[in-house]
């Protein structure tokens, strides 16, 4: 068994005069919301083991944020190829994880997050067209039913949980305690 968390980057900054899109940074929102999804993942005991994070600014920043805010620390990879990525380049990624990671978290972009929750558990229909709501700073986790990661294909998962950031305010974690 295999857990993948797939975490979308925060709310980027439109205004910030940076021309190439890979550069953009995010958004005061955008790091509050990070923090407090770093927070969340912290106190429920679901920090991964590894971290594979699109090489894009905003990509980074949210991981960056969310680590130091949830004080949990990990082995991160930073891969171009999450950026703009199709699904089976993801799919190609996650084949090449060491089989010795059992959980793993993958930051990245829209629309792969959705579709990479559709697909990993087999909620793509086909012709169906559905998306999966994935806001920014939104985290869903996903439990593999296989042993390597080799074996990850549509269809090998289930999602568990996808959390919006909104779900949070500073202090509302009195839950989870």
Same mark, same amino acid.
């Given at each position: 068994?295999?857990?993948?968390?797939? @975490? $979308?980057?925060?709310? &980027?900054? =439109?205004?910030?005069? /940076?021309?190439?899109?890979?550069?953009?940074?995010? *958004?005061?929102?955008? +790091?509050?919301?990070?923090?407090?999804?770093?927070? @969340?993942? &912290?106190?429920?005991?679901?920090?991964?083991?590894?971290? +594979?994070?699109? &090489?894009? *600014? $905003?990509? $980074?920043?949210?991981?960056?944020? *969310?680590?130091?805010?949830?004080? =949990?620390?990990?082995?991160?990879?930073?891969?171009?190829?999450?950026?703009?990525?199709?699904?089976?380049?993801?799919?190609? +990624?996650?084949?090449? /994880?060491?089989?010795?990671?059992?959980?793993?978290?993958?930051?990245?972009?829209?629309?792969?997050? &959705?579709? %990479? /929750?559709?697909?990993?558990?087999?909620?793509?229909?086909?012709?169906?067209? #559905? %998306?999966?709501? @994935?806001?920014? #700073?939104?985290?869903?986790?996903?439990?593999? *039913? +296989?042993?390597? =990661?080799?074996?990850?294909?549509?269809?090998?998962?289930?999602?568990?949980?996808?959390?919006?950031?909104?779900?949070?305010?500073?202090?509302?974690?009195?839950?989870?305690?």
């Amino acid at each position: 068994m295999k857990r993948l968390l797939i @975490f $979308r980057h925060g709310k &980027s900054d =439109w205004g910030s005069g /940076v021309e190439n899109d890979h550069d953009r940074q995010l *958004a005061p929102r955008g +790091i509050a919301a990070a923090e407090s999804m770093g927070r @969340f993942l &912290s106190l429920a005991g679901q920090q991964p083991g590894r971290v +594979i994070c699109s &090489s894009a *600014a $905003r990509a $980074r920043l949210t991981l960056q944020h *969310a680590m130091d805010s949830g004080q =949990w620390d990990c082995e991160v990879d930073f891969e171009p190829r999450l950026y703009l990525a199709a699904a089976q380049t993801v799919f190609d +990624i996650l084949q090449e /994880v060491p089989a010795d990671t059992s959980s793993l978290m993958l930051v990245g972009h829209e629309p792969t997050s &959705s579709e %990479m /929750v559709r697909l990993v558990s087999g909620c793509a229909l086909p012709g169906a067209g #559905a %998306m999966v709501r @994935f806001p920014t #700073a939104a985290m869903a986790r996903l439990d593999l *039913a +296989i042993e390597s =990661w080799e074996a990850c294909e549509p269809g090998c998962g289930q999602l568990r949980w996808l959390i919006p950031p909104k779900l949070f305010t500073r202090g509302s974690f009195d839950f989870l305690a």
